[in-house]
């Protein structure tokens, strides 16, 4: 048993009470009504189609595409674009939350995770009488492809390093890096918009994608510059929509990790390949609780390891439960 001196909440968190969002599905161009509720301990976040009456567990096992965006699925159900969503609860810290919506994508909103950490910070995370469960990175991993990059290393707390090269002038090669916590995830992560190309958004649009994109849920840019009127929210706006993104996507592990993750020029189908090598190697990695511990008058976090990581016990692979109607056992009060 040892302390570490992490800011992390030892205990699991959810909702006060349910949010509602309206907004457009950035691809489909559908608009989509979404409400995220309470849940259970240990119940992870779950989304549930309500138009199809299945339940899709946020889990990296369930991932069916990583195009342009993160979508999961079962069966023939699927929620695309979960990312920005994803993004918020995990860097507000709230672990378990049922997030019903009427059709296959959640919300653009204007791009960034921004309106869904405003609502979601006014009602407020609720404590929950269950520990918190983590994987904690025990031995550096890495994995590339082409010119990608990404890898984790042991650390004390979460910390998200990202680099970014493009050819256009107003991004050029930016570097952002930040230990994750609720505070400095809304003041240096949350706005920070997805972007693109003009001759990528038309090209998209050729081939039925991108129907709800417009320059009031993304930065777009032609060869001189940004579109936006209102100009970039940060000066390297670019790279931290990416180190948001993947925040996002690494929420699909099931829990939070205890690791430092360092990527270059990555993206939705490097981050799960990541999630993929974690998996296949247990030796790099332990799952752990965290507990509150009291030592010589300073508050610190008691780790313990809760299960052995080559008993391969990892989130991912609670059963899934695809009908609305056995969610309910789920759902907090």
Request: with cysteine; charged share 20%; glycine share 10%.
């Given at each position: 048993?040892?302390?570490?001196?992490?800011?992390?909440?030892s205990?699991?968190?959810?909702?006060?009470?349910?949010?509602?969002?309206?907004?457009i599905?950035l691809?489909?161009?559908?608009?989509?009504?979404?409400?995220?509720?309470?849940?259970?301990?240990?119940?992870?976040?779950?989304?549930?189609r309500?138009?199809?009456?299945v339940?899709?567990?946020?889990?990296?096992?369930?991932?069916?595409?990583?195009?342009?965006?993160?979508?999961?699925?079962?069966?023939?159900?699927?929620?695309?674009?979960?990312e920005?969503?994803?993004?918020?609860?995990?860097?507000?810290?709230i672990?378990?939350a049922?997030?019903?919506?009427?059709?296959?994508?959640?919300?653009?909103?204007?791009g960034?995770?921004?309106?869904?950490?405003?609502?979601?910070?006014?009602?407020?995370?609720?404590a929950?009488?269950?520990?918190?469960?983590?994987i904690?990175?025990?031995?550096?991993?890495?994995f590339?492809?082409?010119?990608?990059?990404?890898?984790?290393?042991?650390?004390?707390?979460?910390?998200?390093s990202?680099?970014?090269?493009?050819?256009?002038?107003?991004?050029?090669?930016?570097h952002?890096?930040?230990?994750?916590?609720?505070?400095?995830?809304?003041?240096?992560?949350?706005?920070?918009?997805?972007?693109?190309?003009?001759?990528?958004?038309?090209?998209?649009?050729?081939?039925?994608?991108?129907?709800?994109g417009?320059?009031a849920?993304?930065?777009?840019?032609?060869?001189?510059?940004?579109?936006?009127?209102?100009?970039?929210?940060f000066?390297?706006?670019?790279?931290?929509?990416?180190?948001?993104?993947?925040?996002?996507?690494?929420?699909?592990?099931g829990?939070?990790?205890?690791?430092?993750?360092?990527?270059?020029?990555?993206?939705?189908?490097?981050?799960?390949?990541l999630?993929?090598?974690?998996?296949?190697?247990?030796?790099?990695?332990?799952?752990?609780?965290?507990?509150e511990?009291?030592?010589?008058?300073?508050f610190?976090?008691?780790?313990?390891?809760?299960?052995?990581?080559?008993?391969?016990?990892?989130?991912?692979?609670?059963?899934?439960?695809?009908?609305?109607?056995?969610?309910?056992?789920m759902?907090?009060?």
């Amino acid at each position: 048993m040892k302390v570490f001196p992490i800011k992390l909440g030892s205990r699991q968190h959810t909702l006060s009470r349910e949010v509602s969002f309206s907004g457009i599905g950035l691809h489909s161009g559908l608009p989509i009504a979404m409400v995220v509720k309470p849940a259970a301990i240990n119940s992870g976040i779950r989304f549930v189609r309500t138009d199809l009456a299945v339940e899709i567990p946020a889990l990296m096992n369930r991932v069916v595409d990583t195009t342009l965006a993160t979508t999961i699925g079962e069966g023939e159900a699927m929620v695309s674009t979960t990312e920005h969503l994803l993004a918020a609860l995990s860097g507000l810290g709230i672990d378990n939350a049922l997030v019903e919506l009427n059709g296959p994508e959640v919300p653009i909103m204007d791009g960034s995770a921004g309106p869904f950490v405003h609502l979601l910070n006014r009602v407020e995370r609720r404590a929950q009488d269950a520990s918190r469960r983590m994987i904690k990175i025990t031995r550096e991993l890495s994995f590339g492809a082409g010119d990608s990059t990404i890898k984790v290393r042991p650390h004390q707390g979460f910390r998200v390093s990202c680099e970014i090269d493009f050819e256009h002038p107003m991004i050029r090669r930016q570097h952002y890096s930040i230990e994750v916590t609720p505070k400095r995830f809304i003041k240096e992560i949350a706005a920070a918009r997805t972007f693109g190309f003009v001759e990528q958004v038309e090209r998209l649009r050729a081939n039925g994608l991108a129907l709800g994109g417009s320059l009031a849920n993304a930065v777009v840019m032609d060869h001189a510059g940004v579109l936006n009127t209102e100009g970039l929210r940060f000066s390297d706006e670019f790279v931290r929509h990416k180190v948001l993104d993947l925040i996002g996507d690494l929420a699909l592990m099931g829990c939070p990790l205890l690791g430092h993750v360092m990527a270059s020029k990555p993206g939705h189908a490097l981050h799960l390949s990541l999630m993929k090598e974690l998996v296949a190697h247990p030796e790099c990695w332990e799952f752990v609780v965290l507990e509150e511990a009291e030592e010589e008058g300073m508050f610190g976090r008691v780790v313990t390891s809760a299960v052995g990581a080559g008993n391969m016990i990892l989130p991912f692979l609670v059963p899934v439960r695809q009908q609305v109607a056995s969610s309910s056992s789920m759902r907090g009060s």
